[in-house]
């Protein structure tokens, strides 16, 4: 008697084989889509950033301020989107080494940061430069350098800190012909864009408090009281807010509805 075998068919196993192969595939080509989407997302993001790079430097140059090249950052991904409708959420522009003209003298400003939100740039004013790219909120951080507020104040040898959230200054002081060193702390205010540094009360060390003396100390406090002129601040911003920082007076300017490219 013969053998008799069974066979089984292999067709649902040569489906299952090609069915895997068509995932793999198909998992294979969704990643290099989403990588061509992300080189072109990144791709879009350059083009934008040396866009608005440009028009950063146009601006500073109106305002004759000169500085290293502004750093652009565009925010928000996929970034195409925004491309597309036109609308950015947030663009951050740094400023480094900026120095502007106030009455004769340069004022330098080590950084300014400027960070803008909801910005309407068309594609077609990026790519061609004209139209209006405009922000609905921009706001503005910068840092004057203690030497150059003991520059405006013209007196030799007075050295600015902050201590505890206060302007403090100290230095020598000639006094009843004897030279003293003197420290004080000062009330800072924003007036008419300028930074208004007023010292009302001054302590010099070891000397006897007479009339004579404490005149001569209230007039030398009037003499080191100044309005601290700024350079004009980029994209028509309005100063604010000042206060001391370890690294010099660090000063808050905001704006509204701002063309950023000057237009």
Known sequence: M???YQTYPEQPVRRRRRGRRLLITLFVLLLVLAGVLVVADRLAVGIAERAITEQAERE??????????????????PFLTQVAGGRYESI?????DAEGPVRGQSVR????????????APLDTLRSGQGTITAKTVVGTGTVSYDTVA???????L??????????????LEILGQERMLRGTADLSIVQGQVAIKFDTLDVEGL??????????????????????????????????????????????????????GA
């Open 208 to 261: 006897t408090v007479n009339p004579l003396a404490e005149a001569l100390i209230k007039s030398y406090a009037r003499q080191i009281s100044i309005k601290l002129p700024l350079p004009a601040m980029p994209f028509q911003l309005d100063v604010q807010e000042v206060r001391p920082e370890p690294e010099g007076l660090a000063v808050r300017a905001t704006a509204t509805n701002v063309p950023l490219n």
């Open 92 to 96: 951050t522009i740094k400023v480094r």
């Open 60 to 77: 500073l140059t109106r305002q004759q301020i000169t500085s290293s090249q502004p750093d652009v950052s565009v925010h928000g991904f």
């Open 159 to 172: 050295t600015l800190s902050e201590q505890g959230g206060k302007l403090a200054v100290a230095g020598p």
């Open 109 to 120: 400003l080590p950084e300014i940061n400027i960070d803008a939100r909801d910005v309407d």
């Open 151 to 157: 520059q405006f104040m013209g007196k030799p040898g």
């Open 2 to 4: 013969a053998d008799s």
